[in-house]
């Protein structure tokens, strides 16, 4: 079998971030300098027994580090990192990721962001400093996430569910529940301009990018294909963004199975071919948009 190197180069650098551990604490607790750890980083050769000793440090698996098989990811801060590398090397992307892609998000939403993700963590938890340092990591890299995006501008299909919207509009972006009614209707409010945003988006059909809204529900969790120029790369996620978002629990998967690309792309295929699109998803939004408003309005 014939591995990548640049590829477990990623992966360890995705590992290290998701272990709050400096580059230097890492080299210093396996027996390398600072230097050799980032060459590995960027693909150079290590042997099996500095990988095996990384693999034990940072808490993976040697084939997920290798990339055997599936990459299994339980820290949000090594998946978002992965997205990232994939999404630097891809030429086309289908999206299925809650009511809204971040890619294709708001510069409002990205200044809100922060907001949530340190709303959605309970102030009992242990280690609640850690949690709270994962957070700037994932803003950190979600920002590169964006940047890069904006940069190569792969073609984007992104399938949204109406059903996630129309709650999404109901509850506004929350990260806890139970917040003061002033913040509820503030939030309500820029979750309608989200949407807003998405429906001009929708109208106004930048180059490369597909928009489409589906009616019915879609699967609880979701996936992304990268088409790279010499395969195709799949990654299912517990964690989400916007609306009640997690960035702490889960076990997400990276894989080029045949099988499982193979069933996704038929799954995406058969929603796309039932989804609005163009002008009739943009009034689609709207109307949602016009119902919930309506509904929520408090009597004068």
């Known amino acids: 079998m014939s591995f990548r190197y640049d590829e477990i180069g990623q992966r360890l650098k995705a590992f290290r971030l998701a272990s709050g551990m400096s580059a230097d604490e890492i080299a210093r607790r396996i027996g390398i300098s600072r230097t050799a750890l980032y060459r590995f980083e960027r693909g150079e050769l290590a042997k099996i027994e500095t990988l095996e000793k990384l693999a034990e440090l940072l808490d993976v698996s040697i084939p997920t580090l290798l ?7 339980s820290s ?14 891809a030429e086309h992307i289908v999206v299925l990721a809650g009511p809204l892609s971040y890619l294709l998000a708001s510069e409002r939403f990205d200044e809100l962001l922060k907001q949530l993700l340190i709303e959605s963590v309970a102030a009992d938890i242990p280690d609640r400093e850690r949690v709270m340092a994962d957070i700037n990591t994932i803003l950190d890299i979600l920002v590169e996430r964006k940047a890069t995006f904006r940069r190569r501008q792969p073609g984007v299909v992104n399938l949204i569910s109406g059903i996630e919207i129309e709650r999404l509009l109901r509850n506004g972006f929350v990260g806890k529940a139970q917040l003061p009614q002033d913040q509820q209707d503030q939030r309500r409010a820029l979750a309608q301009a989200e949407i807003e945003y998405f429906a001009e988006l929708i109208s106004s059909g930048p180059i490369g990018v597909q928009i489409g809204v589906v009616r019915d529900a879609l699967p609880q969790t979701g996936f992304q294909i990268f088409r790279q120029p010499d395969r195709k790369v799949m990654t299912l996620s517990p964690f989400r963004l916007g609306e009640n978002p997690n960035v702490r629990v889960g076990v997400a998967m990276i894989t080029s199975a045949q099988e499982a690309l193979t069933l996704h792309e038929k799954a995406v295929k058969e929603m796309w071919g039932t989804a609005l699109k163009g002008e009739a998803a943009s009034a689609y939004l709207r109307s ?8 929520t309005a408090k009597p004068r």
């Open 67 to 73: 990339g055997v098989g599936i990459e299994y990811i």
């Open 76 to 89: 949000a801060v090594a998946y978002f990192e992965r997205l990232r590398q994939l999404e630097e090397q």
């Open 288 to 295: 949602l948009m016009q119902s919930v408003k309506s509904s």
